[in-house]
């Protein structure tokens, strides 16, 4: 069971200002969840496997294949600064 001071505090930590009837709001709205979360564990979960997600859902991504460009002078002539088929940069410390 969460308190308005425990509230308080969580305020404090994320620099939040809050107002007493937000106070109480928040207090009612945590309580809650915590009953809610409390509800949930009274589940029998043994035989279900964990997911990350409700769906089955897998990225579509195409091979990563090294290929040459074709047209590197093209892209060096954008260069603003150059040093034969490289880019140049200034320098960082």
């Known amino acids: 069971m969460i308190d308005r001071e425990e509230v ?3 305020a404090n930590l ?3 200002e809050l107002t007493p009837e937000e106070e109480e709001q928040f207090t009612g709205q945590l309580n809650g969840i915590l009953d ?3 509800q949930l564990s009274e589940l029998d979960t043994s035989k279900v496997q ?3 997600r ?3 859902v897998s990225n579509v991504m195409r091979s990563d294949d090294l ?3 074709p047209k590197r002078e093209s892209i060096l ?3 603003p600064d150059r040093d034969g088929e ?3 940069v200034p320098k960082i410390m």
């Open 8 to 10: 308080r505090k969580v």
């Open 14 to 16: 994320a620099r939040l």
């Open 36 to 38: 809610y979360f409390e």
């Open 50 to 52: 964990p997911t990350t």
């Open 54 to 56: 409700a769906i089955d």
């Open 67 to 69: 290929q040459p460009f």
């Open 77 to 79: 002539e954008g260069s």
């Open 86 to 88: 490289f880019f140049k």
